[in-house]
């Protein structure tokens, strides 16, 4: 029973990688993973045996132990990429990496800085925000109908007094 927990564990954490939509809990917690100026650093690999979702898989399942140093993954399975956000060093990542014999070379890591707006996340604002626009474009669109309608009013309007000067 406990191996099947375990293994549901797995399964939970690599299926949550793979939406694309995030909760706020998850951005939050990522948000304390970056250091406090903002900065981190993004690496590229380049998977040249990584052509099916199955290899993706076993990509992710060799980074959850890694889950500590690593901000954020992303695997883009049409050019075989891996991209890594980090903020230490990933020479383990890199070697477990290449023990799944899928031909993984790192090919570079760089410098990454967040902006301060992520840095400044606050998940209550960001939902204020969203209903406020959602508002804005409900009232917009039932605005644009009713000039619309005005409109077209107008229209038939000048058309008959068109066709009443012609008369």
């Known amino acids: 029973m406990a191996l099947e927990q375990q293994d549901n564990r797995i399964t939970e954490r690599t299926k949550q990688s793979e939406k694309v939509g995030r909760t706020q809990d998850t951005l939050a917690s990522q948000l304390e ?3 406090p100026d903002g900065s981190m650093y ?3 690999y380049y998977i040249p045996q990584m052509s099916s979702v199955v290899e993706a898989q076993r990509v992710r ?3 959850i132990p890694f889950a500590a140093i690593l901000v954020e993954h992303n695997i883009d399975l049409d050019v075989r990429h891996l991209t890594l956000y980090h903020d230490d060093s990933i020479d383990e990542v890199t070697a477990v990496l290449q023990a799944l014999n899928l031909g993984a070379e790192l090919q570079q890591t760089m410098s990454h800085y967040e902006p301060l707006e992520l840095a400044n996340f606050k998940p ?3 939902d204020e925000l969203s209903n406020k626009q959602e508002r804005v474009g409900f009232y917009l669109k039932a605005a644009q109908k009713f000039l619309y309608v005005i409109l077209e009013k107008f229209r038939q309007w000048v058309k008959a007094l068109r066709s009443k000067k012609d008369k």
């Open 33 to 35: 993973l970056i250091a």
């Open 42 to 44: 993004v690496s590229y």
């Open 61 to 63: 399942k060799a980074l």
């Open 124 to 126: 209550q604002q960001s």
